[in-house]
């Protein structure tokens, strides 16, 4: 194929692609393996990448590509979360008939905009290519990506206890509703200086959308009685996230490769809408209190101009940056072609870093009585950098005078949260990844990847503050002192008429949780 022509074909199908891609759901903590053959080997990809995924894995893999490769592929992900919140529903100036019964078992019944059923799809579409000059020493890459995560929640807002009042959810002041999409339109290119070492870089432009509701204490509510709760539900979203990466790949002899790999931080700096709508005890003054939209110019955090139901409301928050380093061993046949793999890799992933750990939202608002302003939150998850380690490997078996290429690999990812910060809205729980997949060749040109795998999680029990019903007016800490937020050791209700220094101590995370995931993989890609 010719130069132009190649470039032509590159550059119309990713284009269309890109244009016509919804946006890749993403977030939460990652799990390993974007893309079906990296997922097949439980992520262990580091120093094998060599198909246009690499432009997400490790950049310098694109030179390993040869002419014009199209990837079309996605991993489907399902998480299952099953939460037991330790105590019960406390004395409530209500007198509801709920008081004094157990928390209700809740689990996750999101269903992702993408995806089919409970599984959420992560897609990735790229395109590799030498513009039909294979003498050249660089290749160049293009592709829609995004992490493998699965951030959505949801949560029934009511249960039935068998009373006359219907329980609010016991998770409520976590989260309730939550969905978000992170993309990342790139390109990149990798150069060979010599055969032995080739170097790649990447740029993205991203894009991120986050929609969540979730309870707010609107004053001290120890009892956790819902009609002094406020709910805020909020739309935002940040057009602008760059991002880059850059890969090495080295090998010393034929059967060795060794391969690093380093992504940055996506800061994500999100503006938009949102709604408050407040219990008929959370003003004393008013039970038909609201909140309103500020417009005191010296009070404002986010932005002018916002509206009863649609308040201006910022959030800010990272995904880290995470550096890989792998090695394989690589065995070939007779006709020195790679029939074989092995590979280690380790990972780490900054979560620890105070913006990946620390949410800051902010509204522009105030109550309608008062005028007391909404000052920013925090909301604290007490993240820890992630360790993994991946191995996994590849073995092509002849059928039918074709290769057909079998795949492998376990991972293991350290805790995200200690246990004390467990929560709901994002997974932190250490993990173990099993995973298998196959490639399967079609006619000369085409060849289809599939794969699956099972994600399983300890059971995480996280003991009471303070049992059997936590803090209170009398015993206002967990620990037999006041400590400042962020020395805290559990996550408090977010509770925006206190500022960040002052928020009063009940932790609502304590209890049974219970998760695991189920991926499956599938990818088509065509040689030009």
């Not at 262990?44 to 995924?53: E, G, H, M, T």
């Not at 995904?319 to 074989?340: F, K, N, V």
């Amino acid at each position: 194929m010719s130069m132009t022509r190649s470039m032509q074909t590159a550059a119309a199908v990713v284009a269309a692609l890109v244009w016509r891609a919804p946006g890749a759901s993403a977030g939460g903590i990652l799990v390993p393996g974007t893309g079906p053959q990296a997922q097949g080997r439980a992520g262990a990809f580091a120093a094998k990448a060599d198909d246009p995924s690499a432009l997400y894995h490790n950049p310098a893999g694109l030179a390993k590509t040869p002419g014009t490769v199209l990837y079309i592929g996605g991993n489907l992900l399902d998480y299952r979360l099953r939460f037991a919140r330790a105590g019960r529903y406390e004395v409530t100036d209500g007198g509801e008939s709920y008081v004094g019964a157990d928390y209700p078992v809740v689990e996750d019944d999101s269903t992702p905009d993408i995806g089919v059923g409970p599984f959420q799809a992560v897609p990735i579409v790229a395109v590799s290519t030498d513009l039909g000059r294979p003498e050249w020493p660089v290749r160049f890459g293009a592709g829609l990506l995004a992490p493998q995560g699965h951030p959505n929640r949801s949560f029934p807002v009511r249960h039935d206890l068998g009373g006359a009042d219907p329980a609010p959810g016991p998770q409520r002041y976590d989260v309730i509703e939550q969905s978000a999409a992170t993309a990342l339109p790139s390109i990149g290119v990798a150069y060979r200086p010599i055969d032995s070492v080739d170097v790649g870089v990447r740029a993205s432009w991203g894009i991120a959308q986050l929609q969540a509701t979730t309870a707010t204490w609107a004053i001290r509510n120890y009892e956790e009685w819902e009609q002094k709760d406020g709910v805020f539900s909020v739309d935002v979203a940040d057009s602008f996230v760059p991002a880059w990466g850059i890969g090495v790949l080295y090998r010393p002899i034929g059967a060795i490769e060794l391969g690093a790999s380093y992504h940055s931080a996506l800061h994500i700096r999100a503006t938009g809408t949102g709604t408050a709508d407040l219990g008929t005890a959370a003003d004393p003054l008013d039970p038909n209190a609201f909140i309103e939209p500020e417009d005191r110019p010296e009070f404002i955090d986010c932005a002018l101009g916002g509206t009863v139901d649609a308040l201006k409301s910022c959030i800010d928050f990272d995904l880290p940056q995470m550096a890989s380093i792998g090695a394989r061993w690589i065995a070939r046949d007779g006709e020195g072609r790679e029939r074989g793999d092995v590979e280690l890799d380790v990972r780490w992933e900054n979560w620890g870093a105070d913006d990946a750990s620390n949410i800051l939202v902010r509204v522009d608002g105030r109550s309608s009585t008062g005028g007391f302003v909404l000052n920013p939150v925090v909301l604290r998850h007490g993240f820890r950098d992630v360790w993994s380690i991946r191995l996994g490997g590849s073995y092509a078996v002849p059928v039918a005078g074709r290769r057909v290429t079998v795949r492998a690999g376990v991972a293991h990812d350290t805790e995200t949260a200690p246990l004390l910060y467990n929560r709901a809205d994002i997974d932190g729980a250490p993990r173990t990844t099993m995973a298998i997949g196959a490639s399967f060749p079609v006619g000369d040109r085409v060849q289809l990847d599939v794969g699956g795998g099972y994600v399983v999680e300890p059971t995480r029990d996280v003991p009471q503050c303070l049992p059997p019903d936590g803090p209170d007016a009398s015993n206002p800490t967990c620990d037999g002192q006041a400590l400042p937020p962020f020395d805290r050791r559990r996550p408090d209700p977010a509770q925006p008429l206190n500022d960040a220094n002052s928020a009063v101590e009940s932790p609502f995370n304590a209890g049974r949780y219970e998760a695991s995931y189920v991926m499956l993989s599938l990818g088509v890609s065509a040689r030009f």
